[in-house]
């Protein structure tokens, strides 16, 4: 990857709706040559989906709920079975497997706080745990999906 893909990445990650001719202008190429490498770089990974970036607010999803997962079990068995309940709820926008006291870390969007409780109840019921810490966010002082492409 260099410095042009870069610049490519930087443009799409700010706007993916752009057309590929803004896109070349923008970072000193003519169409072909941009839509060329933005192929390679979807081929080989690096820009994994197109996506719009929803308000939670506006959509009434506003509550935000970090949730800190101690467990008992670290086999690849339970793993396995607590990666696939927690994959198959919609709720949960992130997903960590930790180093340090806490073994998992969820992003949790909800309506509200009974909301997360009904969550809460499922997840709980889903597989054994050994603690779970809720965490509620009072505001949101910056949210980006850019990352710091140099």
């Not at 700010?14 to 390679?40: F, M, Y």
């Not at 709720?91 to 997360?116: H, K, N």
């Not at 809460?120 to 999906?145: D, H, W």
């Amino acid at each position: 990857m260099d410095a042009i893909d870069r610049k490519i990445l930087g443009v799409l990650q700010h706007d993916a709706s752009l057309s590929v001719a803004e896109i070349g202008n923008r970072v000193g190429l003519s169409s072909t040559p941009c839509w060329k490498r933005i192929q390679k770089l979807e081929a080989e990974g690096v820009i994994q989906r197109r996506v719009a970036v929803v308000d939670p607010d506006k959509v009434g999803l506003g509550v935000s709920v970090f949730v800190a997962i101690e467990t008992g079990d670290h086999s690849e068995e339970w793993l396995s079975r607590f990666a696939d309940a927690v994959r198959a709820m919609p709720e949960v926008l992130e997903f960590y497997r930790m180093a340090g006291d806490v073994d998992y870390m969820l992003r949790v969007a909800c309506a509200s706080i009974q909301d997360y409780d009904a969550f809460y109840k499922r997840l709980i019921a889903a597989i054994p745990l050994k603690n779970v810490t809720s965490r509620f966010a009072m505001e949101r002082i910056k949210q980006t999906t850019v990352l710091p492409i140099a």
